[in-house]
């Protein structure tokens, strides 16, 4: 790759016992050789050539629940793999969100969510070591939301009246809250948050719709967030009744609907005549 002819081996210029002198004198012959291209050099990296800018590695102006972005630089640093970490003030640590750009400056978009106030620790690694000023100090701050002014009602958040795996809702009002993020966390009897699935709607009008089903008969604790603190009146307590099962044949409509109320009332037994939220008994004239 050099257009010289080969006189030693790399072997024979490594060995312990080799004339110095000698290598010298056959390197001074060739002063002005060149690699010619395509020779199969390691490429070269130096990770703290690269830099990272933009508000999500900014000591402060990051809020809880808002995307924190910025852009990793990666030209001058060498051909590697970009990878982000965010650690909050609790030591939880996740991955965060890395997009090429596949641009001349070899970009990278980056973003991620912070969760919780306070000093967040956001690591950029390139080829797997820290790049310049990594890891970042970052507080983030409540957002500009004011969670006091929003509001909750619906059938879904009543004391009773829900019955387990049938799907039931409220509706969250944000007029005049600010910025924020609606988010719902239902806590099931046994202490769990991940066995209620929530559905979150944004309805317009300043107004979104949770939507969820419960699968359990008991008492939940429903958590109502907005901008990431507790709304007015959070968490609600709700108490899930036993659903009850009819044959195939027969549906509460069904029944509702004969005309003769002694023959409704002959269709049902007594427990389900007792579950005032599954059936309105039929009046006697």
């Not at 983030?140 to 019955?163: F, I, M, R, T």
Request: charged fraction near 20%; charge should be neutral; hydrophobic fraction near 35%.
């Amino acid at each position: 790759w050099l257009g010289i002819a080969q006189v030693i081996t790399p072997e024979e210029i490594l060995h312990p016992n080799v004339d110095e002198h000698s290598v010298m004198t056959y390197l001074s012959q060739f002063p002005k050789a060149k690699l010619k291209p395509g020779a199969p050099l390691r490429p070269k990296l130096n990770p703290k050539k690269a830099r990272a800018y933009g508000p999500g590695v900014e000591p402060t102006g990051n809020v809880v629940m808002r995307k924190a972005e910025f852009t990793v630089e990666t030209v001058s640093a060498g051909l590697g793999e970009v990878i982000v970490y965010v650690e909050d003030p609790a030591g939880h640590r996740e991955e965060a969100k890395v997009t090429p750009n596949n641009d001349k400056n070899r970009t990278y978009s980056v973003y991620y969510i912070p969760k919780v106030v306070g000093l967040h620790k956001v690591t950029v690694l390139f080829a797997g070591q820290h790049i310049s000023k990594s890891p970042f100090e970052v507080t983030v701050g409540k957002a500009q939301g004011d969670a006091s002014k929003v509001s909750a009602q619906g059938p879904g958040l009543e004391p009773v009246g829900n019955v387990a795996n049938k799907t039931t809702y409220f509706d969250v009002y944000t007029a005049g809250a600010g910025v924020g993020l609606v988010t719902v966390t239902i806590t099931d009897p046994s202490g769990r948050d991940d066995t209620v699935t929530v559905e979150l709607e944004d309805r317009g009008n300043s107004c979104h719709r949770c939507t969820y089903r419960p699968n359990a008969e008991g008492v939940h604790s429903i958590s109502i967030y907005f901008a990431g603190s507790p709304i007015s009146k959070s968490p609600y307590t709700v108490t899930i009744a036993k659903g009850i099962a009819l044959p195939p044949h027969l549906s509460l409509s069904s029944i509702s609907s004969l005309s003769h109320p002694h023959l409704a009332l002959s269709l049902l037994p007594p427990l389900l005549l007792s579950l005032s939220p599954l059936v309105s008994a039929p009046t006697l004239s």
